[in-house]
């Protein structure tokens, strides 16, 4: 069991940036890939972004890459997104999710946290 609690959502304008955090509970974080993905309204779950257990591999939806960043404190048991560049369709509820592997899906992970909001105002 791992539980996951999000923070670091806010209001932002365009261009600007944001970092996501993600604290996990209990000792077995590093046994866990762990995932960004977000919902906005009226609109299916979609994957951001996810980091190996050790932080050694990353994967990025493509709409993201190259402007968001993953990483992950095995040592802290926290998993962070760094979002640059921001645009007002990044507007959503962002979720940490944990998996036992590198994936997509979201019914590839089995713990997922409360969410957080991000809106950027054009």
């Known amino acids: 069991q791992v539980q996951l609690v999000e923070s670091g959502g806010g209001l932002v304008q365009a261009g600007g940036s944001l970092r996501l955090s993600c604290k996990a509970s209990?000792?077995?974080?590093?046994?866990?890939?762990m995932g960004w993905f977000r919902q906005a309204p009226g609109k299916e779950r979609e994957f951001v972004a996810a980091?190996?257990?050790?932080?050694?591999?990353?994967d990025y939806a493509y709409s993201v890459e190259g402007r968001f960043t993953i990483s992950r404190d095995n040592v802290k048991n926290t998993v962070s997104l760094l979002m640059g560049s921001l645009q007002p369709e990044d507007t959503a509820i962002y979720y940490c999710?944990?998996?036992?592997?590198?994936?997509?899906?979201?019914?590839?992970?089995?713990?997922w946290g409360q969410g957080t909001q991000v809106t950027v105002s054009s």
């Open positions: 999710a944990a998996s036992g592997k590198l994936a997509k899906r979201t019914s590839d992970y089995n713990y």
């Open positions: 980091i190996s257990f050790n932080g050694g591999s990353t």
């Open positions: 209990g000792r077995t974080f590093s046994s866990y890939v």
